[in-house]
């Protein structure tokens, strides 16, 4: 089945950096990748996302690409701010229409 | 805006009692999924129902746990007899179809067995 891995599990940036999480795949069949962000003791909430058929994405501040070749997308937070600490979870997709998460990115964005 | 809705919030129970959780997904969205999430760790699928039937629920402990969804609506999950291992939060999360569709989640139910 798919297995996804997400680096950093911990990030620290000064306010008006930014942040960038990586994720990798195993399934090459997987078409589907979501990002979602996570506040403590709250729901995930999905922030963007990508298709197979697309490298990059970008909305506002935030943007996903896709390398389906190496099988790795990455979140990229421009000019962060302290509302944006939170848990960030990516997700993929498969065949199997599973959507299986990475085990989260701890940002934190120092003022 | 529709969201998924899930009770109790919260809910302590001791060990080898049962409890249960509700989902009842956005309308119209005929996929519904259960996820366990253990503090710290990204979440794991439990059990995923299209309308009616389950679809997987390979990763379901079936010798505690059981889901249903009987009129392709809302679901429940239960665990008989839950154990000390089983504090986690139990989120449901709902979509339109399988077909590359966005998953939206409920707010999640806390579980504390003590």
């Known amino acids: 089945g798919e297995n996804v891995e997400q680096h950093p599990s911990t990030l620290s940036v000064q306010e008006g950096d930014s942040a960038v999480i990586k994720c990798t795949y195993s399934?090459?069949?997987?078409?589907?990748f979501p990002w979602y962000k996570q506040e403590l003791g709250k729901r995930p909430q999905l922030i963007i996302d990508?298709?197979?058929?697309?490298g990059e994405k970008k909305d506002q501040r935030i943007a996903v690409t896709l390398n389906k070749t190496a099988k790795h997308f990455s979140l990229h937070i421009t000019e962060t701010q302290p509302e944006d600490s939170a848990v960030y979870f990516c997700?993929?997709?498969?065949?199997?229409?599973?959507?299986?998460f990475g085990p989260g990115t701890r940002l934190s964005v120092l003022p | 805006e529709a969201e998924v809705a899930q009770s109790p919030r919260y809910k302590i129970t001791e060990k080898s009692q049962a409890v249960a959780f509700w989902c009842d997904p956005i309308?119209?969205?005929?996929?519904l999924y259960w996820y366990r999430q253990i503090l710290g760790q990204g979440p794991e699928l439990l059990v995923q129902?299209?309308?009616?039937?389950?679809?997987?629920d390979s990763q379901l402990p079936k010798d505690r746990f059981s889901a249903e969804r009987l009129k392709g609506v809302d679901s429940t999950l239960k665990i008989q007899p839950a154990e000390l291992g089983d504090s986690a939060m139990y989120l449901c999360?709902?979509?339109?179809?399988?077909?590359?569709?966005?998953?939206?989640f409920g707010e999640g139910s806390w579980l504390t067995v003590v």
């Open positions: 999360a709902s979509s339109l179809g399988t077909a590359g569709n966005t998953i939206y």
């Open positions: 399934d090459s069949a997987s078409n589907y």
């Open positions: 990508i298709r197979s058929n697309v």
């Open positions: 997700a993929a997709r498969g065949l199997g229409q599973n959507f299986v």
């Open positions: 309308s119209g969205h005929a996929t």
């Open positions: 129902f299209q309308d009616e039937s389950v679809v997987d």
